[in-house]
């Protein structure tokens, strides 16, 4: 296969299969939730926890990413049907408790897929001077939010219910894995001995990037989770209201390809920086307005950022550690971003109780986001990676 070729099948296999994982087996939920409201299945609090019980997965799924005796391959194939499967199964049974172990392994296989992809597609994009390549991979997420947006906005349009919404998402869930699945070639291996070396030849981690990092995980999954919910508040017609999430998915999907190209004058740190800066704002937006269009440009403020962020961290830790030692830190910075999505839906939802409103933990979490942002200023010397 020409190196043309074999370039293009690696940024479609990664595309889809963080589409498939991140942009429809997380997030779904989140155009799908106000749909549950209606049909009397689910309330805001049945969301946080459904939200949180999903990152209690997906954290220990990152935990135990790098630990795994199955080669990338093997994790990844497994990971992407799972997900479909556990999609699916969220419309063919209304129990609660199932739906909740349903959501925590999603979480966990969703963060396998994040894992494997960053650490093989996205180094070996590095490997053959194809980085500016990496945008498209990453620009995966917005693309399956936004499919999981529009999709929704037509269930809406028909009168469809939730329950049939998740059927219909898991059924071409399934496919697309099957077609990944088939797709998959020798660039998802090589990672499995870099993650046996011996514990003397680790590096340290980097805590201030863990640290922002795990902040910025609780600052996007805040409006990731309620925005739908909050432009309802806004605006009751659906086919209005609807849009929030699909403009929201449109900006993730274009910014990690417009960032690629920000390189040639800025760092991963500096545009990271800026990200995590434009996030807090978009946060603040609702509070300072609670309007429809203020809750569209805030979904653009962290849809648009919180991917690029997700694309900047990946390739610090590229950066700055040993290739053999990769993958362990990646699998912390992962742990660290869904400590932080665990925490957000349910703080989010506890203070929506008792208040009424999401602002107190919008003005919250902008304050988190700044603060972890300052440290990232410090630079440690560069390795020798090309991303």
Not at 85 to 110: E, H, N, Q, Y
Request: charge should be positive.
């Amino acid at each position: 296969m020409s190196s043309h070729k074999s370039t293009l099948r690696v940024v479609l296999v990664g595309l889809a299969s963080l589409a498939i994982a991140m942009g429809i087996g997380r997030f779904a939920f989140t155009p799908l939730l106000p749909l549950m409201q209606d049909d009397g299945l689910a309330s805001i609090a049945d969301g946080g926890v459904l939200a949180s019980v999903h990152f209690v997965g997906y954290w220990l799924g990152a935990v135990f990413a790098a630990r795994l005796p199955f080669s990338p391959k093997t994790t990844l194939r497994f990971s992407l049907v799972v997900i479909g499967a556990c999609t699916l199964g969220m419309g063919l049974v209304d129990s609660f408790p199932i739906w909740l172990g349903l959501r925590w392994l999603a979480g966990v296989c969703s963060a396998f897929t994040l894992v494997v992809v960053s650490s093989a597609l996205i180094k070996h994009l590095a490997s053959v001077g194809q980085t500016e390549k990496q945008g498209w991979v990453f620009a995966g997420v917005g693309a399956g939010i936004a499919i999981a947006g529009l999709g929704t906005l037509a269930i809406m349009a028909g009168q469809v219910s939730s329950s049939a919404g998740w059927q219909i998402f898991g059924a071409v869930t399934l496919v697309a894995a099957i077609v990944v699945c088939l797709s998959l070639g020798p660039e998802v291996t090589g990672i499995r001995h870099s993650v046996r070396k011996d514990s003397t030849q680790r590096s340290p981690f980097v805590w201030r990037l863990v640290i922002a990092y795990g902040a910025a995980g609780m600052g996007y999954i805040i409006p990731a989770t309620y925005l739908p919910v909050m432009a309802r508040d806004a605006i009751p017609s659906p086919l209005i209201f609807g849009w929030a999430w699909p403009v929201f998915g449109a900006a993730a999907l274009l910014s990690t390809i417009l960032a690629s190209g920000l390189h040639k004058r800025y760092s991963n740190r500096q545009i990271w920086i800026a990200s995590q800066i434009v996030m807090a704002a978009g946060l603040l937006l609702p509070v300072v307005h609670q309007h429809i269009v203020t809750i569209v440009i805030a979904g653009i403020c962290v849809g648009g950022t919180f991917m690029i962020i997700t694309m900047m961290g990946m390739k610090e830790v590229h950066r700055i550690i040993p290739a053999e030692d990769a993958v362990r830190h990646i699998a912390v910075m992962t742990a660290a971003f869904a400590s932080g999505q665990m925490i957000g839906p349910v703080f989010a939802g506890s203070l929506y109780d008792v208040t009424q409103s999401f602002s107190p933990s919008l003005v919250l979490t902008s304050v988190v986001l700044i603060a972890t942002a300052i440290p990232l200023t410090r630079r440690r010397v560069r390795i020798d990676s090309p991303v």
